[in-house]
């Protein structure tokens, strides 16, 4: 470490840093965090470039590279697909739907974005800071923004914002409960914002980037219902014209406070029908498509003149089975039973040609930082036989497994339906639409849980999205009483491990944690999770400087038209 | 005449009436509310229960309908529940679009297969009508989804001759607007040209025996006048009843061409509505398209009566 790099850093850790920017810096000191990791956290804690670098340079690891940018061609309108279409008003807080958050997600813009490798971004804050245990958060706001209204943005439009996306019809409410609450955002001066959180976060502000799609910045006197009819975001790009279910346009923001973006403008096309929009894309009709799936646009993969854009993500599919029924699915044993029938590198063969993570029965996903190693589950049917015999179910039973038409759900269903039947477990389909399948309340009941067959039936498949962290699946899917837990599933220890986890500030205390909570749902087996598949979009090789997002945000401010 | 038509207005007008009721029970079976469909499977209950009032839906039937109903007298079709913004805003330009691919399609299909049912009549039993008939038959056999892929994926990928999407682009000129319709007006006429072909060459074949023809010919007059002022004139009334029914379909039954196409019908607007028991969008798309039919049934019967003078005269009603 040659004097500059040391003072910088004995600078930065005397005069700026708290006790978790410390932590961190020992962490890359003793080895524990690599490289990636530490800028990951880095980015997470909001730490300067400068310290950054210094703590880089200080413990001998590479500098920090800044790409060159890519030399852009400006001019010309994007076409772009979007299926399927929003399904209601454009209002960001509402959003609870992949064509709302593209469509909105064009021109709007966030305190923090989330780059594919998981890192944050500044957007429209450009530093951000926790108190000693991460339960109070400081973001300094970027000057000089301007609404596409004209109006400058400051502190006020962001605890607006913060306080639509905890009203009550906010889609972002499970994304924030229990971490932050109305009267927690409070403006300090015109340019920082203070977050208290109801809870100690140490990922607070992965909630506060694209990842949260509800969570765009908008004016403080925004007016309900005026999304789709004036041009009011921050981005690149103003939506200046919108037709439910058919169309929507896009003209560059010459306000931008990044520049000026290399694309005139983009033309949004909505489609309901794979086979249209793969057509369309291979007939020139489109340049590219927000998300498409192997399962229904396999003609695209296979074609020299498409680009398929491809991020690993947390996008994944529980197969929740209900451990308080009194049923044979009630014993841990049999719920292995099932687990173990599974071939899942097959899986993940046939129905994503490979692009996709194996699951391990538990919502770390591998793209996960903190996902600690614990064995892998593999297909294993004499053990499987073995656990129904001493389960006493060696002859088998019937069940029905309900589940949703919705991408290659179906072709899943079928998959575990001939391998449970080496177990000798009869197990009927029933497939429902989406609308059904969600249909019905959701609280009340015996159960606690409403009537609605997701959260209700006692073995079923259910399609979840990309999250950058794994706390709200930790929570709310699988806690004793958690919104979603379509398992029924209770373990006061497991409940315990989750709080230490999310509270937890240092890698190796979340690993260690992550862990333990790791191998009791390995043993217990409330839900199987079978696989997490990489977020796929498609674009005719013209497209240039386009990233996919994991959560299906269709950014486009670097994007070219070559 | 005045009495027949006016008859068949009321007659029309019952049967509106009748199915807007209709289609008003029947989706309330469908599963699932609008307040969950909007705010999706993940979202609170206590949400769930607040946006179904607002919208009013948590209402009993009878005065979600009383309420529609009051409003539609008025010429307001109300606000879509799906989209807060007017029915009429956007069941308008998807009605537009709709008319444009149907008499594009109409165009091309009625002349073509009323030629093809005669001929094949006249050349009953030769090869030409073999032709004819076996060949209509088997492309009205095809799905039409199944001849729409193999016309977008030929014309459309393969060739690159015709755009894929029927929707030309905002401000496209006629003939623009001509090339893009061009393929699923053609899926279209595979799907009816075999049809009303048959019914146009059953007729003919029927009047080619009738009585009249005979008596026409014994009288001398030259197989050109025969077929023209005889033949033709009989036997075409069931084939305008056929076409007049299909434009109904045309206009309001096309969801799979549509969504094929990504053409943004009417007939794509209702059934996601239908999908996202989007009440007032659905009512308001079924009965337009009622209306269409209704329309379509009573221009056919007033062709239909000017060419017979049977039922003009109040002999058949």
Known sequence: ?562 | MARFLLKRFGLALITLVLLSMIVFAAAQLLPGDVGRNILGGFADQRSVDLLNHQLGVDRPVYVQYGDWISHLVRGDLGMSLEYKVSVSSLLGPSLLHSLKLAALAFVLVVPLSILGGVTAALRQGRITDRTITVRGLSLTAVPEFVTAIVLIVIFGVALGLLPTTAQAPPGASFLTQIKFLLLPSLALVAVLFGYIARIARAGVIEALDADYTRTAYLKGLDTKTVIRRHVLRNALLPTIAVVATQTGYLIGGLVVIEKLFNYPGIGQRIYVAAQNKDFTMLESGVLVIGMVYLLATLVADTLYSLLNPRIRYGGVD
């Open chain 1, 1 to 562: 470490m040659d004097r500059e790099t040391r003072r910088k850093l004995d600078e930065f850790r005397r005069n700026e840093a708290g006790p978790i920017e410390s932590t961190l810096f020992d962490e890359l000191a003793e080895g524990d965090l690599s490289r990636k990791e530490f800028l990951r956290r880095a980015s997470i804690f909001g730490l300067s470039t400068s310290a950054i670098a210094a703590g880089l340079g200080a413990f001998g690891h590479a500098p920090l590279a800044f790409g060159a940018t890519e030399h852009a061609q400006a001019g010309g309108r994007l076409r772009v697909a979007i299926i399927p279409p929003p399904t209601k008003g454009l209002d960001p807080h509402t959003y609870a739907d992949q064509g709302g958050l593209e469509t909105g997600g064009i021109a709007g813009e966030f305190l923090t974005r989330a780059t594919q490798s998981l890192t944050l971004a500044p957007e429209l804050a450009t530093s951000w800071k926790p108190n000693a245990d991460a339960s109070v958060w400081t973001f300094k706001l970027r000057s000089g923004v301007k609404f596409q209204t004209g109006k400058t943005m400051t502190a006020d439009d962001v605890v607006a914002t913060y306080n639509r996306l905890l009203g009550p019809d906010s889609g972002a409410l499970s994304a924030f409960k229990g971490v932050l609450s109305v009267g927690g955002v409070k403006k300090i001066d015109d340019l920082t914002v203070q977050f208290s959180l109801d809870t100690p976060t140490a990922s607070f502000p992965y909630l506060t980037s694209s990842t949260t799609y509800q969570a765009i910045i908008l004016p403080a006197d925004y007016k309900l219902g005026s999304f789709e009819k004036t041009p009011q975001t921050t981005g690149a790009f103003k939506l200046v014209s919108y037709t439910p279910g058919v169309s929507a346009k896009y003209d560059r923001n010459p306000d931008w406070w990044g520049g000026k973006a290399p694309l005139d403008g983009v033309d949004v096309t909505y489609y309901t029908d794979d086979a249209a929009v793969t057509a369309a894309l291979l007939g020139g009709q489109i340049d590219l498509i927000g998300q498409v799936q192997f399962a229904t646009a396999r003609p695209l993969f296979s074609n020299s003149n498409v680009q398929i854009f491809a991020v690993r993500g947390a996008t994944h599919r529980q197969v929740p089975m209900r451990v308080d029924l009194h049923n044979q699915l009630s014993d841990y044993r049999v719920r292995q039973a099932i687990a173990l029938t599974l071939d899942r590198p097959a899986i993940v063969k046939t129905l994503f040609n490979g692009r996709a993570d194996i699951g391990n029965d538990s919502p770390f996903a591998p793209v996960y930082p903190s996902t600690a190693p614990v064995p892998q589950r593999h297909k294993d049917l004499r053990k499987a036989r073995q656990l129904m015999a001493a389960a006493d179910q060696g002859k088998g039973f019937a069940i029905t497994l309900t589940t949703e038409q919705t991408g290659e759900i179906p072709q899943l269903a079928q998959i575990i339906q001939r391998s449970v039947k080496a177990i000798g477990i009869n197990m009927t389909l029933e497939i429902l639409t989406a609308t059904a399948y969600f249909a019905g309340s959701q609280s009340g009941g015996p159960g606690g849980l409403g009537t609605t067959p997701w959260l209700n039936t006692p073995i079923n498949i259910t399609d979840w999205g990309h999250r950058a962290v794994p706390n709200v699946l930790l929570n709310s899917a699988l806690v004793s009483g958690g919104v979603w837990n379509a398992a029924h599933y209770a373990n006061k220890r497991y409940d315990r491990l989750v709080k230490s986890y999310t509270g937890a500030i240092s890698h190796k205390d979340q690993q260690k944690y992550a862990k333990q909570i790791e191998t009791i749902l390995l043993h217990d087996t409330p839900v199987i999770f079978p696989y997490f598949y990489n977020y796929l979009a498609a674009g005719s090789k013209k497209v240039k400087g386009y990233k996919a997002d994991a959560l299906g945000q269709v950014y486009l401010s670097k994007t070219s038209l070559g």
